[in-house]
């Protein structure tokens, strides 16, 4: 009699494992569904999502990557659509829902082919081949721009905002926007984003948003006799602070008279004086100190007509020297003049129930604040989102020097033209390239989905325009036409195409790669499992219910 063949574990209790066409059909779920949250955001008749975290603090938004950041998604292939959003926002700023969107369609048109039996590996190299020739042809239509073609940057800036709270005074936040990065280009054309500080403050109204050719700081003098305002500042940077020194090491201090301690304090008093007496002597009336200013030197200070602060953040510092020209100072030891930095003014003024200091009329300042306004926490947030995209949008475009038409313009330029590359190609991959194209049709199909026009007759419309040789043809989600979008000012910079198309091709690549979903269970036996699900790996059977 045979004996019972003893079963082999090689995986601990509680772990879960999902593998071929079910771990592939559940991982591509998991990325559609992602895809489909934001789609309806998409484009200037896009909606907006309000996201309740379990602190039960709102946001309202229709930016693609806020929206996955906040809904604190857990399956793991849909975390790495989040993380094609958060990269398309490191690099460019903006179309964090065309890259999310897209990646979704790939995924989608993908599991078409795997359904008649295409391997995987053959879509993925499809793909490959076919994002490859997406960047190529898209360098090739792509429109050359200098930093002196204010107008096309605007309506790039003007582009970004569209659809967003901050749409009533685009153009006015649209020219802060150009303003503020035009002014931060260094003599070796590098532009940092970092450079532009964004500064919000509830109160006013969105058209109340300013630029201001310096810093602000959300900080107040340190003394109340100090000047409220400085004319002609002579600024000074210290990143050490204006207090007694403290021994490196513990150390005790034995006094055995009253005497002694009487000339210790007077010491001590002696120290602080000299301290405040070598900040007037280089001939600075502003000073900013990242560390603390010790009472007695702000009496000292005060008197002698300095305005100051401390405490203020390291990365205000360095954006102060970038706008005052002044040098970060560790001694006061060889200060000069020279080592000061200027300001056409300093002053504190009072914004809501805050004091806040300007620092402003910088000669050629390399650093800039945009200071936004508006009726309510959710509307200043919501602005300042849009403005992150401008500037983004902006700066992308003259990294670069390259823009392209938007309104689902350059996705349907990209399709006709690999459709005609697709014939090139012999093997099945053909079928994949094609698949490909047909996945960027998604981009304009849900722009006239959005504004409730119909898409196929938008399409066919818009493939005839192109045919004809109109490459900026593009969605009018206002009047449900086609259009010529660039002469239309719907610009968008080259970058957002190209990186939307890396991202979301490099992730679509991956997940379809994928045939065996192994999760381990967590310590002590007890299951991976996801909020409200009983164990096993969080929404194996496609989105989890505690994905929210």
């Not at 929206?67 to 690099?91: G, W």
């Not at 006799?225 to 210290?238: C, S």
């Not at 991976?528 to 969080?538: S, T, W």
């Amino acid at each position: 009699m045979a004996k019972d063949v003893q079963p082999i574990f090689i995986l601990p209790e509680g772990s879960t494992r999902t593998t071929g066409r079910d771990a592939q059909r559940n991982n591509i779920m998991a990325a559609k569904l992602v895809a489909e949250t934001v789609r309806t955001t998409l484009g200037p008749r896009g909606m907006d999502k309000m996201v309740v975290d379990s602190l039960g603090d709102v946001v309202i938004t229709n930016d693609g990557v806020t929206i996955l950041e906040e809904m604190n998604i857990e399956h793991p292939s849909a975390k790495m659509v989040v993380e094609i959003a958060k990269t398309q926002d490191d690099e460019v700023g903006d179309g964090t829902t065309t890259a999310v969107v897209l990646a979704g369609e790939l995924l989608k048109n993908a599991e078409k082919l795997l359904e008649q039996n295409i391997h995987p590996t053959i879509v993925a190299k499809g793909y490959q081949i076919a994002a490859e020739k997406a960047q190529e042809i898209l360098q090739e239509i792509g429109e050359p721009i200098s930093e002196q073609d204010k107008e096309i940057l605007m309506k790039v800036a003007m582009t970004a905002m569209v659809g967003k709270s901050a749409e009533v005074a685009k153009e006015k936040l649209a020219i802060l926007a150009v303003d503020a990065v035009t002014q931060i280009v260094d003599e070796e054309n590098n532009i940092s984003i970092d450079n532009i500080k964004i500064e919000k403050k509830v109160g006013e109204s969105v058209e109340n948003t300013v630029l201001i050719k310096g810093i602000l700081l959300d900080k107040e003098k340190v003394h109340y006799a100090m000047p409220r305002k400085v004319q002609d500042a002579k600024i000074m940077l210290l990143n050490s602070a204006l207090e007694a020194r403290e021994t490196e090491t513990d150390a005790k201090i034995q006094i055995t008279d009253p005497n002694q301690m009487q000339a210790f304090l007077e010491q001590e008093e002696r120290m602080l004086k000299k301290l405040a007496d070598d900040v007037i002597q280089t001939g600075a009336n502003v000073v900013f100190c990242q560390k603390g200013i010790d009472d007695m030197v702000q009496h000292y200070l005060a008197k002698a007509g300095i305005f100051a602060a401390r405490r203020v953040k390291k990365s205000d510092m360095e954006k102060l020297s970038k706008a005052t020209n002044a040098k970060l100072l560790t001694t006061l030891k060889g200060v000069s003049e020279a080592d000061l930095g200027s300001a056409g003014s300093v002053h504190e003024e009072r914004i809501g129930d805050e004091e806040m200091i300007y620092v402003e009329d910088c000669q050629n300042p390399k650093a800039v604040t945009i200071l936004v306004r508006g009726g309510t926490e959710h509307v200043v947030a919501e602005v300042k989102r849009a403005i992150d995209d401008a500037v983004g949008g902006v700066v992308a475009a003259l990294r670069d020097r390259k823009i392209v038409g938007g309104a689902g313009a350059p996705e349907i330029a990209l399709n006709k033209k690999l459709r005609g590359f697709a014939n090139s190609l012999s093997g099945r991959e053909q079928l994949a390239v094609n698949a490909f194209a047909d996945s960027l049709e998604i981009i304009p199909k849900t722009l006239a989905e959005n504004a409730g026009i119909d898409p196929i007759d938008v399409l066919t419309e818009l493939k005839s325009m192109h045919d004809n040789g109109n490459k900026w043809a593009g969605v009018n989600v206002f009047t449900g036409k086609a259009m010529d979008s660039l002469s239309e000012g719907v610009v968008e910079p080259l970058k957002i195409k190209t990186q939307a198309i890396k991202s979301a091709s490099e992730v679509a690549v991956m997940i379809l790669r994928i045939d065996d979903v192994i999760a381990g269970s967590k310590a002590g036996g007890a299951e991976m499992q996801g909020p409200g699900q009983g164990g096993g790996m969080p929404g194996m059977g496609g989105m989890p219910p505690g994905m929210m």
